[in-house]
């Protein structure tokens, strides 16, 4: 997909990754690696997101406050999106 972009456009694409940098093979293979190992033995039903952040964004912490009650809603921010 980035080797089709032009370089002004894919600059900003991945200035836009909190890592800022485009992801490599080794990424995916050691996600994968994790998720076949004994130390995710107990890791079920979850999506592992390998995207160097970029899902969360640069500020994974949202507050929303709602009126003067206190009622707020504290997540993260791909929670809201």
């Known amino acids: ?10 600059d900003k694409l991945i200035a836009k990754v909190p890592r ?4 490599r093979p080794d990424d995916i293979a050691d996600a994968a690696a994790y998720l076949c190992s004994s ?3 107990y890791v ?3 999506v592992l997101d390998a ?7 640069p500020h ?6 709602k009126g003067w009650s206190g009622n707020g809603v504290v997540g993260r921010s791909h929670a809201f999106r």
């Open 20 to 23: 800022r940098r485009t992801g």
């Open 60 to 65: 994974p912490l949202v507050i929303v406050q």
């Open 39 to 41: 130390a995710a033995g």
């Open 1 to 10: 997909m980035l080797a089709s972009m032009n370089a002004p456009a894919r």
């Open 44 to 46: 079920s039903g979850v």
């Open 51 to 57: 995207d160097g952040g970029l899902r969360v964004g």
